[in-house]
């Protein structure tokens, strides 16, 4: 419960916001994803 108060007050302040989907993001966090992905599998 606490992390969820603490992102409350966060966003209360101002320093926390919503922001719209990026899809350059989320294509950034597929090829960080699979390039984790192939290190695990040769370790």
Known sequence: MSKINFL?????QGK???VEPSEELKEAYLRKSESY???????
């Open 16 to 18: 926390l916001e919503l």
């Open 37 to 43: 992905l192939n290190s695990a599998k040769i370790l």
């Open 8 to 12: 409350i007050k966060l966003k209360n």
